[in-house]
DNA sequence: AAGTGGTCTAGACCACTGC
DNA sequence: CAGTGGTCTAGACCACTTT
């Protein structure tokens, strides 16, 4: 018989994805019915499935009902990039990490701010300027906002021990966020943090979280001259 | 009864989250193991599986058999990527798309390159330089080795029409990656195809692909100024 | 040894969608 | 209407880990 046994969803996926990679398969081609395939590889409707759908998330394949599953033609490919916080990305790297809170004020939001996160006018907020180092060497320069309706406890907070980036994680939840990476030339401000010229190339990460709509944290870290993120597809 | 009718693993997803996020299961604690919760939710243990399994992939919770399900302590955020073509890139922001080939040669590997990839002596490489235009106005500067062991009908393709990028993308399939994303300072060469001055910051992706171990080609993409790559947490 | 998650199965029904 | 994937179920066994 032709049927060949294969043990796990994790073998099966291997399998489609060889036969992708191969050209068994060709890109725009549609792919058997996972009855077939389920009976091919002698396992149960459920495995296939399971098998498919990580293909369908990665990108690999496009399904749809009725008129089953194609081939991608130009597979758009997705890394994923894990954000940790910032003493844990320093230690992973085997250094030694600290901070310091480099400026720390009260404010109200503007119009202009208000309007743009759609905040109740005058919202309090509080600003929070900070420096990550690695073995002593400034590593990222942290310019951060916070929304006192959100996390009120943050006002009398003391950030010397726990970086904010670590407290907010631990205590102000979020349900949505975006973020944005760039490259940008340091200001006065951020080069002198991190003791670089002025206008150096610098990574820089912008996020902003939100609770249902209502913003908890908004956020700029720039990172020293020479950093990389890193990740594999 | 106290029990609670949920419809699909989504809606058992989201209420999961919800009672993380309102702090009923609090950071480090731990969660009720699946039979339970199949039973307050009226479903079966597969559903809430399911729902878990999405909660543990996005790391908000640990999960170890025996010991059970753990609220992550400090949940390290997954942002995916998109990396699409870069055609598709500038049409997607709703403007016109062009290219063109700046340079093209063969090389072959320096023992250097030969010793960090893993290839025989003296394997012959093409290189291409190339600039992508959006809306008439350069957006990235992309420099690229080919390995034309792995990619032969490379060395005669002609890349007027269709870009590398695109091309390789379909023709080229491979089984892993790694990508870098970093600021930098333009180069000459750079600066003078994006109309730039020189030393400008910069966003870069470099990106290398293998198939089963073998490098199939490596991309250095440098981004006009103001670039920002966006997507949500 | 026992508790928990990981996975598989066989079958069922539903939801889309192309004809 | 009919074909396909999406999901659910009830039950089973396995794999891993802690005790």
Redo the contacts between chains.
């Keep these: 018989m032709n049927k060949q046994q294969f043990h796990g969803w994790q073998a099966i996926e291997t399998e489609l994805?060889r036969r992708?990679?191969d050209?068994v398969w060709r890109?725009g081609e549609q792919v058997p019915n996972e009855v077939d395939l389920a009976e091919e590889f002698g396992c149960a409707r459920a495995t296939v499935n399971r098998a498919m759908q990580q293909l369908a998330d990665a990108?690999l394949v496009d399904r749809k009902r009725k008129s089953g599953t194609l081939v991608t033609?130009?597979?758009?490919?997705?890394?994923?990039?894990?954000?940790?916080?910032i003493r844990?990305e320093v230690e992973a790297r085997g250094m030694k990490w600290h901070h310091a809170v480099l400026g720390r004020k009260i404010a109200r939001a503007t119009k202009q701010v208000s309007a743009r996160y759609k905040l109740p006018e005058e919202t309090r907020l509080l600003h929070l300027r900070s420096l990550h180092f690695a073995d002593r060497m400034p590593f990222v320069h942290e310019s951060r906002w916070i929304n006192l309706a959100r996390a009120p406890e943050a006002e009398t907070g003391n950030f010397e021990e726990i970086s904010v980036n670590?407290w907010l994680?631990?205590n102000a939840?979020?349900?949505?966020?975006?973020?944005?990476?760039?490259?940008?030339?340091a200001s006065a401000t951020e080069a002198e943090a991190l003791a670089v010229e002025k206008?150096?190339?610098?990574?820089?990460v912008e996020?902003t979280?939100f609770?249902d709509d209502s913003p908890v944290t908004s956020v700029k870290l720039v990172?020293a001259?020479?950093?990389?993120?890193?990740?594999?597809?």
């Design positions: 994805k992708i990679s050209r890109p990108g033609l130009n597979p758009v490919r997705k890394a994923t990039l894990e954000i940790p916080i844990e670590e994680v631990q939840p979020f349900t949505r966020g975006d973020i944005a990476f760039s490259a940008m030339s206008g150096s190339a610098v990574f820089t996020r979280t609770q990172y001259p020479g950093y990389k993120m890193q990740t594999i597809l």
